[in-house]
């Protein structure tokens, strides 16, 4: 078994986790203007990645330049990792690779603790994503937990680049954002994104 094996109701059973009554987590969040920069190459790259439709377009030219987006406004401060194998516990099938993991340590050359937010890119639904997103989130836990560098909440998006779903883990109660953010709106995913890290640094 491994991540992309988890369905919701696959990875709330096996790991006995209570999902919280929906709430909009995270209407309140300030926006962040985006930079010049950012918006230039969503204007470019997002009608080019719908249309090719595929997840590996739509993970390169939006979702990658939205994360390192948030690195800088960080000042580099947080380090961001893309496709590595993340396989923290093969008996619980928590093993494969993260399509994006943000951890507040500010080396960027090994995945070190805490890890504070996971982001699965899926090329159509992002529902698909969830189930898996949890089961990265999940294996997060562990792995800060093992390090000594535990934090009270890990973070995730479930994303197709077009439309983003956050979620957020704590101790084995998962709640679940009833909104979906647009590329559009990328202030808000910004800012939420943003106050993740805020709220952990």
Not at 37 to 57: C, D, F, M, S, Y
Not at 147 to 162: D, K, L, M, P
């Amino acid at each position: 078994m491994s991540y992309s094996s988890f369905t919701l109701d696959s990875v709330k059973t096996k790991f006995q986790l209570e999902i919280a009554i929906p709430t909009n987590l995270f209407c309140d969040m300030a926006p962040v203007e985006p930079s010049a920069h950012l918006t230039t190459e969503l204007a470019r790259n997002v009608p080019v990645a719908l249309a090719i439709g595929t997840e590996k377009a739509r993970s390169e030219m939006i979702v990658g330049d939205v994360l390192l987006e948030l690195r800088d406004h960080f000042d580099q401060q947080i380090s961001l990792f893309s496709g590595i194998d993340f396989s923290v516990d093969a008996e619980k099938g928590l093993t494969g690779v993260c399509d994006f993991l943000v951890s507040l340590s500010p080396v960027p050359f090994v995945l070190e603790a805490p890890i504070i937010v996971l982001v699965e890119a899926k090329k159509d639904d992002v529902l698909e994503g969830i189930g898996q997103c949890v089961a990265e989130m999940i294996a997060a836990q562990q792995f800060n937990a093992e390090r000594g560098n535990s934090i009270s909440c890990i973070y995730g998006v479930s994303t197709t680049g077009a439309d983003w779903r956050f979620l957020k883990l704590e101790g084995q109660k998962l709640h679940i954002d009833t909104e979906f953010y647009s590329i559009h709106a990328c202030d808000k995913i910004l800012g939420i994104l943003a106050s993740m890290v805020e709220q952990k640094a």
